[in-house]
């Protein structure tokens, strides 16, 4: 009877992590689209969202998620959803990546990291025209880390790292750029 009861249990948790995840990468899409707008109306750049606020939890596009016309450049903005903290993903190339889950272990006698299961994603070219065009990769909410491949080794990306014709962000790296003048 008892087995019962700790098979409910962990199933509570896993559906209200999920939950937890889920919200909380609506709220933090949220306050990115308010700061973002804050900024532009602050500094006068033009703001168009061409696809639902909430489009890129389900899938990529080639269209922007985000543009963001200012007097020097065009922002053309692509928005990698990552609702959970412990995810990695390690871009192959402009086009294929890899996300891999992980969790923690917290036993007394065994703790790290441990992979739950890797994602083969694809992700269209996106359409950014014209010669003041730039193409912004920003992971929203943030992954544990962004890697790329750089011949035969990983570089680690951080805020404003250039790959590929694409740089990349997280919400509040991205932000704090465009408030400093873009």
């Known amino acids: 009877m008892i087995i019962y009861y700790i098979i409910y249990f962990l199933l509570a948790v896993w559906i209200f992590k999920g939950i937890y995840n889920f919200l909380r990468a609506i709220i933090m899409r949220i306050i990115l689209y308010i700061r973002l707008t804050k900024i532009c109306k602050k500094r006068g750049y033009e703001l168009i969202f061409p696809r639902f606020i909430f489009a890129s939890f389900l899938r990529t596009s080639r269209k922007p998620d985000i543009i963001i016309m200012t007097p020097e450049t065009d922002f053309f903005v692509r928005i990698m959803t990552c609702r959970a903290r412990l995810r990695v993903y390690h871009f192959v190339n402009h086009e294929w990546f890899v996300r891999v889950a992980k969790t923690a272990l917290l036993l007394p006698f065994l703790q790290g ?47 404003g790292t250039d790959f590929e014709g694409w740089t990349t962000f997280n919400g509040k790296g991205f932000a704090e750029f465009l408030e400093g003048g873009g």
């Not at 992979?115 to 025209?129: K, S």
């Not at 992971?139 to 962004?146: E, T, Y």
Request: proline letters at 9%; a positive charge.
């Open 113 to 159: 990291e441990v992979t739950l299961h890797r994602h083969v994603g694809h992700m269209p070219p996106l359409e950014a025209e014209g010669a003041r065009a730039r193409t912004v990769l920003l992971f929203n909410p943030a992954p544990l880390s962004v890697t790329f491949a750089a011949g035969n080794r990983r570089e680690l990306a951080s805020n």
